[in-house]
């Protein structure tokens, strides 16, 4: 669903939502718009989970970098089968993690995983170097 088409058949977003998107799309360099319709219907839970998101992922000060945060999220995306492995595999490039981390990551995820997550990975290493392949440090 594009977002015109989310504006046109729903309710609107609470400002307060659409400006923390818009900084999490700052500082992440991703977002995804399928939660502006959440945050149009139950803005409460909307927020709440927001706050997830920044407690973690936007966190000041981690203790976690971010790079191994985001490689964290694409492999148990992988096992899921999830389509936003890349957005967390980009992120994490652009963070600093090496190629060779983010292999090691799948295969690890393989071991409890099942080989399908490698696969699917793998894939998205795949489609990302051929989209970004200046990400791509050998």
């Not at 994490?92 to 295969?107: P, S």
């Amino acid at each position: 669903m594009s977002k015109d088409e989310a504006k046109a058949t729903g309710p609107t977003i609470d400002p307060e939502l659409a400006k923390r998107y818009r900084d999490h799309a700052d500082q992440r360099g991703y977002h995804f718009s399928s939660f502006e319709w959440l945050a149009a219907r139950d803005p409460e839970f909307e927020k709440v989970r927001l706050g997830m998101v920044e407690a973690t992922y936007l966190r000041k000060n981690p203790a976690v970098p971010v790079k191994y945060k985001e490689l964290l999220a694409a492999a148990i995306l992988a096992y899921r089968g999830y389509p936003s492995v890349g957005k967390h595999l980009k992120r994490a490039l652009q963070e600093g993690a090496t190629v060779q981390e983010a292999i090691e990551v799948f295969e690890l995820a393989a071991i409890p995983g099942g080989m399908p997550t490698l696969h699917f990975g793998i894939d998205k290493l795949v489609e990302l170097e051929q989209e970004h392949p200046e990400l791509f440090k050998y």
